[in-house]
């Protein structure tokens, strides 16, 4: 009897499996993937490009994601007399003393006094003089949602509420009701991407890996690492410059088999982006600006690194995806023998003092009023304390940063603090008041998005009231 063999795979499948083989297992390039997302890549006999002034119609939109559920319950600290009481009562543990806090004076007052975690320092200065803002008690939601409709289960919820990966992929796509193949942010980067002229990299920029978040039809992340775009690793050294003049030599030599010449086109495309990108790079303006030597700070100096050279690449539109983790804090949150001290304090003084410079290095690059930033996260957390830290909410509260910003106010509205109140679903768990589509909406509005066609960026946008919440001007 004959032997019996599986089909033969088709061509393109059979090159698709043998590159990402050949790269796994000869270590020629530590991740294909990282080099060659871009839209467009740098062709032989190109002329070499080097920095230039940014144009008066750039725009870049910056997405810190806070990985694990940040507590924003103690970013955002009710301090009048009974409202803090109350907040005491609830957080346990978790609550810190009035001395320490930051005071804040929203310009639109609710009837409650509020402060910020003593940790944000360099954000309480930029809220104070207008440069920052407060998005209050947003989350992930199919429709607007209240407590009656939640316990009479009378309306469709976001699936799988409280899980880290699926809020994550919520947040990052907008698209709660339903499985989604791309995110908000790569939705967006394919409809604007035409008012970049003749792009060299692409407008969709990651200093923290691929994430869902920028995932588009048409336009592709490209992940760069915050000491410049990834190069050659594994035997073949990038620290070495006659291995690596070799290896691109050989990699540009006609193939005569249809995978080498495959795996030769992809990798030495992948090799020119990262080399077109670390020369540009190399010739960007040196800032006077000083960046923290942390996680988010090295990640936001290369941001602003990319946005001082985004006139040689051609690009007028910037989308920049940072993430730090550790949000997660189910234990450890606050020290207990000085609240204000803890994972958390150490979790928010980095963000804060990261978002400082960040915004001195917009001021200093002209585009302070061209740069948004925008926090986002898994999740909030429970307003009462499991013992030691907190544990999976749902509403949360957001910082958002930039010259264009209408600062100095807390904007939608803050939840009724109280266990088995009117706004929660049990231990502080807030219903959102704000969804992340409205969230989005208005940071999509400002970047150029017509209200016609905000609805292909954020397809559930029509099922609620405010598709723009005015916190940009």
């Known amino acids: 009897m004959p032997p019996t063999h599986a089909p033969d795979p088709s061509r393109r499948r059979f090159i698709r499996q043998a590159c990402c083989a050949a790269v796994g297992s000869t270590g020629l390039l530590s991740s294909l993937a990282s080099l060659r997302l871009i839209g467009a890549i740098a062709r032989p006999g190109d002329a070499p490009i080097t920095a230039a002034a940014i144009p008066s119609d750039y725009k870049a ?6 990985q694990g559920g940040n507590d924003a319950n103690n970013l955002i600290i009710p301090v009048d007399a009974a409202s803090y009481a109350a907040y005491v009562s609830a957080r346990s ?12 004076t929203p310009r639109t007052a609710d009837g409650r006094s509020w402060a910020l975690h003593p940790a944000l320092a360099e954000f309480q200065a930029l809220f104070a003089s207008g440069q920052a803002a407060l998005m209050a008690n947003v989350g992930t939601l199919v429709q607007p949602t209240t407590l009656a409709q939640y316990r009479a289960g009378s309306v469709p919820l976001p699936k799988q509420l409280f899980s880290h ?3 994550q992929v919520q947040w990052q796509s907008s698209v709660p009701d339903r499985p989604s193949t791309t995110g908000w942010g790569g939705r967006l980067a394919d409809l604007v991407n035409a008012a970049n002229t003749n792009p060299q990299l692409s407008m969709s920029l990651s200093l ?3 994430n869902f978040f920028q995932v588009g039809s048409q336009v592709s992340q490209y992940a760069i690492s915050s000491s410049g775009a990834v190069t050659f690793a594994g035997t073949t050294g990038g620290n070495n410059p006659l291995r690596y003049a070799a290896q691109k030599d050989l990699l540009a030599q006609a193939q005569p088999a249809l995978f080498d010449a495959a795996f030769a086109g992809l990798s030495g495309a992948a090799i020119a982006s990262s080399d077109l990108v670390n020369t540009v790079l190399a010739s960007a303006p040196v800032l006077a600006t000083t960046f923290p030597a942390t996680t988010l700070g090295n990640q936001l100096k290369m941001a602003a690194k990319l946005i001082s050279t985004s006139a040689a690449f051609g690009l007028k539109r910037q989308i920049f995806f940072c993430q730090v983790g550790g949000y997660d804090l189910h234990a450890s949150q606050v020290n207990a023998a000085d609240p204000l001290t803890g994972s958390h304090a150490t979790l928010f003084t980095q963000l804060s003092q990261a978002l400082g410079a960040f915004y001195r290095a917009t001021v200093e690059l002209g585009v302070a ?6 926090t986002a996260s898994d999740f909030g957390r429970t307003y009462s304390s499991n013992g030691d830290g907190s544990d999976h909410g749902w509403g949360n509260h957001q910082l958002i940063l930039g010259g264009a910003v209408r600062g100095g106010d807390i904007y939608g509205r803050m939840p009724v603090l109280t266990v088995n109140g009117p706004d929660d679903t049990g231990r502080g768990r807030w219903i959102p008041t704000t969804s992340v589509d409205e969230y989005a909406g208005t940071l999509a509005r400002w970047f150029g998005v017509s209200a016609t066609d905000l609805g292909t960026v954020l397809p559930n946008i029509s099922r609620f009231p405010h598709p723009n919440l005015g916190f940009l001007g």
Not at 94 to 104: K, T, Y
Request: glycine share 6%.
């Open 93 to 104: 543990n978790l609550a810190l003393p009035a001395a320490g806090v930051l005071p804040i």
């Open 61 to 66: 939109l910056v997405c810190l994601f806070l």
């Open 369 to 374: 009023s061209q740069v948004t930033t925008f």
């Open 208 to 210: 923290a890996g691929t």
């Open 165 to 167: 990966s699926d809020q």
